[in-house]
Each structure stands twice: as structure tokens, then as C-alpha cells.
């Protein structure tokens, strides 16, 4: 088994500079059965021999409880970071739904990041804690299709089905269109989510991605900490696109966008992640 600390980090660097929640629990890891052809996770972990999306490794569960006891507790710990917590290995492991448990009995706010419609299943609905949980759902396209072709995660028709239960029985939940990949997004479908809030991140690429995804990179013009990016016009132009959200926060990488969203656009300045925070922090 990998050491822990695989498992369980706090994210520095230019990322982890920049997110308000960069303390990260996988509950899986060192590979995900979504196997995303854009994820930047794999980009960086393939090349090492670190990948295997048919047998992620799985956290030992008593090292989560140790790791969920040392965690400050007013700070909110990320479920998900360079795998999906929600992947189908958890029908059989429950991994996540352990943690889930452990983190409410401590009382530590949590945020899940997925692909997965699972999240919104009745046994997960009657654990997740109103006052602690925080959900986002990624969504990238609605054509369900078309998804199959680049990522295997529920279809996205389950995924909004997921994001909407969870509007319907007030959870603190976010449609996340991540990456935000443009052509593929029908706006129409997009703005007819019924979901209050909405976290925007754009996609950015490397070499191993534009292998894996083969779409049109000639618009990422902007290069920064290895990675290319669309530059901010461009991203203004798309965003201009995603209408009939209460609220609208964009996830940014990139100095010069993450600034302007920062100061122009995000419906909190301080947290781009835009979580409901009962405990006032």
C-alpha cells in the first residue's frame, strides 16, 4: 500500500496558492475508473506509471480516521482531489461513505467534488450534514453520447437529475462545468438547470491532454506553470454565454484571469468555490 500521505495533502504551489480549500481526502487513489480524457490528475501521474484506472488504490480507512482527527476543524477538507471520490468502486467499498460519516461525527465541513450521480443516492442523501456538506457536480457536456466518447462517469442526464434533488431538498450544491469546454455545451440545456449556483473552471491542457483530447487547441494562447490556457477575452466572450444562475464563481489557474475574477465577477471575492459557510468563516 502507498504511504498515506498520497492520500491525504494540502496543496501548494500556484494551485494551491490560490484555492481557498487546497487540504485534499482521497478516499481512492493513484488512478479513477472516470479515466477523464482532459484530466489533469492523469496528465500527471500517467507518465510515472502511477495510473490505473481499472484498480485505483483504496485509503486505508484507519489512517482516514487518524488524518479526519488531526484536520483543524473550522477548515473545510475537500473529498476528491486527483481522483473521484464517487467512482463506481465505491458501490462495493464505501470508502466515501465511511469518511462521510467520520467527518460529520467531528463536526468538519466538507467539500465533494464528482462526476457521479451516486452522491444524490437515498443512503448517501440521509448522511450528508446540511450544516457541514458541500457538493459540486461537474457537468460538461448534456448530450450523454458524446460524454461516453471522453469520460466514464454517470451520464449527464443522471448527473443533473443528482444536482437538482439535491436544489429540491436544500443542500448546499453547485453545478460545475469543469472543464468548461465550450463547443460542447448546449447553453439552452446549460441555463435550464434548475440549481441556484454555478462554479465555472475552463479547461486548461498540456501535451499529455492534447494527446488524450483530441479537440481545437488553437485558441489556449496563454502559457503559465506548464499548462495552456484560453486568454481572459476569450473566456469573457464563453462566460457571457451562462445565464440564469443566482450565483456564478469561476475556479482560475491563471494569474491574470484569476485576478480579474477575483475582483470583477465572482460572486464572492473571497471564495471562488462560493460555499454556503454556516459556522462564519
Known sequence: MEDFNSFFKTV???????????????????GCQHDCSY????????????????APRIAPIDEVKK?????????VVRLGGMTDCFQPLEKTVRNTYKAIRLLNM???????VTKSAMVADDEYLSILDKDLAHVQI????????????????????KRVEAIEKLQKNGFDVQLRLSPFIPQYVEFEKLNSVE???ILVEFLRTNHWIENWFPISYSEYTVKQNGY???????????????????EMSVCEDENRAYQYWQKHFNHNPDDCCNLRRKDGH
Open 195 to 197: 440549481c441556484d449556483k
Open 106 to 112: 467531528k463536526k468538519q465541513p466538507y467539500l465533494i
Open 12 to 30: 501548494d504551489g500556484n494551485e494551491g496558492g490560490k484555492c481557498h480549500y487546497n487540504s485534499r481526502l482521497d478516499t481512492y487513489g493513484c
Open 39 to 54: 484530466c489533469y490528475a492523469k496528465s500527471l501521474l500517467d507518465f510515472r506509471g502511477l495510473w490505473n484506472p481499472k
Open 228 to 246: 495552456h490556457h484560453l486568454p481572459l477575452e476569450r473566456k469573457l466572450d464563453y462566460i457571457s454565454l451562462i445565464k440564469d444562475f443566482k
Open 67 to 75: 488524518a479526519i482527527k488531526k484536520f483543524p476543524r473550522n477548515q
Open 138 to 157: 461537474t457537468v460538461t457536456t448534456f448530450d450523454d453520447k458524446l460524454c461516453a466518447s471522453y469520460e466514464k462517469a454517470s451520464p449527464p442526464s
